[in-house]
């Protein structure tokens, strides 16, 4: 129903990470969305620091050209969903965020 793509380039892993712990707050049960990080030719190593044990329906995609557009449309091309978020590698979303959006559709 839902994919959150979060595009990120050398994000800060405290930052990604909170907002990883948005995404596992939320109030909809994850059955019905997926999250994919879009890792835009990062050379930080900031994947080998993430815990996405939590979000079962978490995945990684490697996009090696650089900028926000090829990396979103990535994302986009990725996605099992109809219904597409994008979600900056520092934002955090209010834990009923995706149920809104769901009721709205």
Not at 34 to 54: A, M, Q, R, V, Y
Request: net charge neutral; proline share 3%.
């Amino acid at each position: 129903m839902i994919s959150v793509i979060i595009p990120t380039y050398n994000p800060s892993i405290k930052r990604l990470n909170q907002t990883l712990d948005g995404l596992k707050q939320q109030s909809l049960n994850s059955r019905y969305w997926e999250s994919i990080i879009i890792d835009n030719n990062s050379n930080n190593g900031f994947n080998k620091n993430l815990n996405l044990s939590e979000l079962s329906n978490a995945k990684i995609i490697f996009k090696p050209k650089q900028g926000l557009t090829f990396a979103r449309l990535k994302g986009i091309a990725e996605a099992q969903n109809d219904i597409i978020i994008m979600v900056d590698d520092d934002n955090i979303l209010d834990s009923h965020y995706l149920e809104k959006i769901k009721y709205i559709y």
